[in-house]
């Protein structure tokens, strides 16, 4: 991505993150809204989106902080030229960076009940939200970024890949972490 797109997107998730903290969107009980217009969805390539949420300084809350597509019910026979592809994929591991300085913490990665497609190189997951526990000590604009690392799922021969690196974006039969990770989402937070 060149430079003034970058900072093209920048400015646009700060004016959502804005108009969320101008219109009174309370944390504690307010859903948040997404800040993409469509995550749309890839056959087995699994990823994340960005979101915008509310938050009171000083109170200790759960926040929904990405979604991402959850593939765990995906679990098909796989095809004959890529013998250890089923799908299936489950979150190993989520990473939350609050943006306020405060050490990164895990989060919890929610599961679908449903697979889309019918062969495992046709299904979409069920989009599914990410959420952690955190407090915000101060009232701002920050930075969220959240990331999420696959296992493979049971049936699949392809090596478990817990430990992959953000490097590892390369396609649907190496990839475990997600694409579009991390989601760097904002949270608007008052006094």
Known sequence: MNRSLSALLALCLLTSAVALFD???????????????DCTLT??????????????????????VATYEDLSNCNFASPSTE???????????????????????????HLGTTCTGTVATNETGQIERITGVHRYHRAGIF????S??????????????????????????????????PARSVGVVRK
């Open 23 to 37: 219109s009174g969107m309370s944390g504690a009980s307010s859903r948040p809204r997404s800040l993409v217009a």
């Open 43 to 64: 056959y087995n390539t699994a990823q994340i989106c960005p979101v915008a949420f509310g938050a009171k300084a000083g109170r200790t809350q759960t926040f929904e």
């Open 83 to 109: 013998p250890g592809l089923n799908g299936r994929y489950t979150v190993a591991k989520v990473s939350i960076s609050w943006g306020d300085g405060s050490p990164v913490t895990g989060g919890v990665a």
């Open 143 to 146: 930075h969220v970024r959240v």
């Open 148 to 181: 999420i690392i696959y296992v493979r799922g049971a049936g699949n021969t392809y090596p478990n890949c817990a430990s992959a690196t953000g490097s590892t974006v390369s396609n649907s039969t190496t990839n475990c972490i997600a694409i579009k990770s």
